[in-house]
């Protein structure tokens, strides 16, 4: 597309390393000059400005995610991520009420609340660990479980699925086929499904609904309680004010959500031709929406690359979404970081992260640290 890359500089000359290990400067360059940019390194556009990606993620007959493209509608069938409208709501609907925030206060506070305690303890003794994979992860996969009827299923079982399945999501977004170990880790998954009809879903769809909310459930959850940690912890200012004040909390988490959240990306695809921000899109474009860049816009968010924990208005960060699509689970992820957090602060004195081992989130569509290696006293 040399026009499109001789009209957007900035974004001809951006590549997928930088989106994926420090992508922020690049996007704001980006969100001043090209809001809407086309990218020859995603094959796409990616709307960087909050209001335009709002405008895109309420949109949409415009702007959907029912094309036959679309990477994880590849490998586990249709689900609530794959399809809009109606069918949409076909999907989401029957999975919706045990998510909403006071079925969630009441179901779930006690089970997080139990397994925070239960992995904490588990490395209490030691004085280091690594969190993510010995509180991050486990925490997320066992209420995911829990909150799918799966609670029978061995954790590392079923994480061991999931990262087949995200393996075979990634390699169908770099144009590889699904792999066989994805096929495997689906049909595993699907055995162990309770395969009664919910609403008016095929056995079928309820288990391609499961593998999105499992893959959503531990995936975003997992990122979203480590960046939360990594942050704090490298902010000891800010930290002090959490300590003092423990209803700062909340809001720590929301500003970590704005400054780093754990699904940077979205995409969609263009139904029609189309004008977004100034850019004239055509009929089946890939339109990525960068989530991150949204986040740091600095028409809403005052010197956007600050963690604030104090910040006034962190909960107009979009980490979760918006509109149709806005995330399910967002109320139970919610609920794990500010419990996991919140705890290793009480139990864990003096925590900080393990001088010896540098800790930066990285990637392109799912941002977190590799390892988040941490000690105490």
């Known amino acids: 597309m040399p026009a499109r890359d001789n009209s957007f500089p900035i974004g001809a000359a951006a590549t997928l390393e930088e989106l994926d290990r420090d992508p922020h400067l690049v996007l704001a360059r980006l969100r001043e000059h090209e809001p809407v940019s086309w990218l020859p390194a995603l094959g796409g ?4 400005r909050r209001d335009l990606a709002l405008e895109a993620m309420r949109d ?9 493209r679309f990477s994880t509608g590849q490998v586990v069938g249709p689900s609530m991520l ?3 409208g109606a069918e949409h709501s076909r999907h989401r609907d029957p999975f919706a009420r045990p998510f909403r925030l006071d079925a969630v206060r009441e179901g779930f506070t006690a089970v997080v609340a139990a397994e925070t305690e239960r992995l904490i303890d588990s490395i209490e003794p030691d004085g280091r660990a690594e969190l993510r994979r010995s509180l991050a992860g486990p925490l997320a996969a066992k209420v995911v479980a829990e909150a799918l009827g799966l609670e029978n299923t061995d954790t590392e079982e079923m994480l061991g699925w999931y990262e087949a399945i995200v393996g075979a999501v990634t390699g169908v977004a770099a144009g590889r086929p699904v792999t066989g170990a994805g096929r495997e880790a689906f049909a595993a998954l699907g055995a162990s499904v309770k395969t ?6 095929s056995p079928e769809e309820v288990v391609s609904n499961v593998a999105v909310l499992m893959f959503g459930g531990i995936e975003t959850t997992e990122g979203m309680i480590a960046n939360a940690v990594l942050h704090l912890l490298s902010h000891p200012e800010q930290r002090e004010h959490v300590q003092a004040d423990r209803a700062l909390l909340p809001n720590a988490v929301e500003e970590s959500l704005r400054l780093e959240p754990a699904a940077a990306v979205i995409d969609r695809y263009a139904t029609r031709d189309a004008l977004l921000g100034g850019s004239s899109i055509a009929h089946g474009d ?5 989530i991150a860049g949204a986040n740091r816009d600095p028409e809403v968010f005052p010197d956007p690359d600050r963690f604030d924990v104090a910040r006034e208005n962190a909960r107009l960060q979009v980490a979760f979404a918006h509109g149709p699509h806005v995330c399910i689970g967002m109320h139970l992820a919610r609920l794990e970081a500010h419990t996991a957090l919140g705890r290793l602060l009480d139990r864990l004195p003096g925590l900080r992260l393990d001088p010896a081992r540098s800790a930066a989130p990285r990637g392109l569509v799912f941002r977190k640290p590799p390892t988040l290696r941490v000690v105490w006293d």
Not at 45 to 48: A, I, K, N, R, S
Not at 196 to 201: E, N, P, R, S
Not at 286 to 290: D, K, R
């Open 45 to 48: 556009w990616l709307v960087t």
């Open 60 to 68: 949409s007959v415009t702007f959907t995610v029912d094309d036959p």
């Open 286 to 290: 890939l339109v990525t929406i960068s």
């Open 196 to 201: 009664t009809v919910a609403g008016d879903l």
């Open 82 to 84: 794959s399809r809009d």
